[in-house]
């Protein structure tokens, strides 16, 4: 199994679940209030650790009470924190987060999250260069990522860029990750492009794989477009089911698993995750994954051709 380096934002997530979501200006009562941790790259650490991976966050934290709770929990989770940068005067990242009939509103506030920059990158470039994958999200300063995207690239490492908030990238570093994994609204953004769906995965074979949620995840694989379908589960919390699709993936290359095998393990990944609430709480453990391919994957899996 390969090692992993998750480079990415660490925050505090507050939950509010309520009925309806209000409109600007109005105020409504909430259900339901709780704390979890999250922040994408943290998210995405912790899906893989508990997958089996052997995980490393590379990310920063501020001098907050939060920095404590949040180095305490990935200690629990086995998720390697020795590359963490604590920044002086300011606060951790956070994520506000409502909940409403299975689908939910965020607003992040980066915090310390904007540290994880080109100069910090460069402090640890060769503890980095020591990784065989490396997951990316963009909730980190896109600098950093076109900095150390062409390095890695370089030394023949496995890059995997889940481009969420989703941006604009440019070409020449797309042409130089591994593995691109937008969602269905995202990649039209992410390649700066107005063509359908099956066009941009042509122009990228096994490179560009495009979640879309309960219809499942798609990618041409220089013969034929691919669709892997999602194992169905009924939903309860939406939250975190992208960041651990990554994390699983991620462990599945690690682990050299093929793009499909891969695909298909973050899919079980996933379903499993949104049947509770929390984007970190409802991330399962291995055993739970591999009984759930075992039992519910059947003659569907083989994947549908289009």
């Excluded at 200006?25 to 991976?53: D, P, W, Y």
């Excluded at 100069?119 to 490396?134: A, G, K």
């Amino acid at each position: 199994m390969g090692k992993i380096a998750v480079v990415g934002s660490i925050n505090i997530d507050y939950f509010i679940e309520t009925d309806r979501l209000p409109k600007l200006g109005e105020t409504v009562l909430g259900k339901s209030f709780f704390i979890s941790l999250g922040g994408k790259g943290a998210n995405q650490a912790v899906a893989a650790s508990r997958l089996g991976g052997e995980v490393s966050l590379f990310g920063s934290i501020g001098d907050d009470e939060n920095s404590k709770v949040l180095k305490e929990k990935m200690e629990k989770e086995e998720v390697d924190l020795s590359y963490i940068h604590t920044v002086k005067d300011t606060p951790s990242g956070a994520a506000f987060i409502e909940l409403c009939n299975s689908d939910n509103r965020i607003l992040v506030v980066p915090g310390a999250n904007k540290n994880t920059d080109v100069s910090y990158i460069n402090r640890v470039v060769s503890e980095l260069l020591s990784y065989d994958v490396t997951l990316f999200q963009l909730e980190t300063p896109i600098e950093m990522i076109e900095h150390i995207v062409p390095i890695l690239y370089d030394h023949g490492k496995t890059i995997i860029l889940n481009p969420a908030p989703a941006r604009k990238m440019k070409t020449e570093i797309i042409e130089k990750i591994t593995y691109l994994t937008p969602n269905e609204h995202e990649f039209e953004m992410v390649l700066n492009s107005k063509d359908q769906m099956v066009d941009c995965l042509r122009k990228y074979p096994n490179k560009l794989i495009i979640t879309c949620g309960t219809k499942g995840v798609a990618y041409f694989n220089g013969e034929k477009c691919i669709n892997v379908p999602v194992v169905k589960v009924e939903a309860v919390d939406t939250t975190g089911a992208g960041d651990t699709f990554s994390g699983a993936f991620a462990v599945a290359i690690s682990e050299g698993k093929n793009l499909f095998d891969s695909i298909q393990f973050g899919n079980a990944a996933a379903g499993l995750s949104v049947t509770k609430k929390g984007a970190q709480a409802g991330m399962p453990y291995r055993k739970e994954v591999d009984s759930l391919m075992k039992e519910r994957l059947d003659h569907e899996s083989k994947g549908h051709i289009y």
